[in-house]
């Protein structure tokens, strides 16, 4: 079994800046995929970015591509997102998750994550 605990979310003005940080706790995370995904209210879970468990494969989505990174301190076992030139319509709650299975591929389908944070709440006033 694995636990998830987001912090790092907060208030913040446009064009500003947040990082993410996601820690996991109950077993090594070692060859799990992990990845951020957000929900705005009314709608579906979006992934936004995941990283392989060795770090060499990143994938992100179109629309925070440039302007997110993940990472990961497998050490620590945990998993961040730093979030720049954060926009109105990033305002949602963001969630990290671990995919046991995809290996060195980062999947995009929420199905594929077994695990879940509780989400922490990122708001972006204009």
């Known amino acids: 079994q694995v636990q998830l605990v987001e912090s790092g979310g907060g208030l913040v003005q446009a064009g500003g800046s947040l990082r993410l940080s996601c820690a996991a706790s109950?077993?090594?995370?070692?060859?799990?995929?992990m990845a951020w995904f957000r929900r705005a209210p009314g709608k579906e879970h979006e992934f936004l970015a995941g990283?392989?468990?060795?770090?060499?494969?990143?994938r992100y989505s179109d629309s925070v591509k440039g302007r997110f990174t993940i990472s990961r301190d497998s050490a620590k076992n945990t998993v961040y997102l730093q979030m720049n030139s954060l926009k109105p319509e990033d305002t949602a709650v963001y969630y990290c998750?671990?995919?046991?299975?995809?290996?060195?591929?980062?999947?995009?389908?929420?199905?594929?994550?077994?695990?879940w944070g509780q989400g922490t709440q990122v708001t972006v006033s204009s």
């Open positions: 109950g077993r090594t995370l070692s060859g799990y995929t």
């Open positions: 990283i392989s468990w060795t770090g060499s494969s990143t």
């Open positions: 998750a671990v995919d046991p299975l995809s290996g060195l591929r980062v999947s995009i389908p929420t199905t594929n994550y077994d695990y």
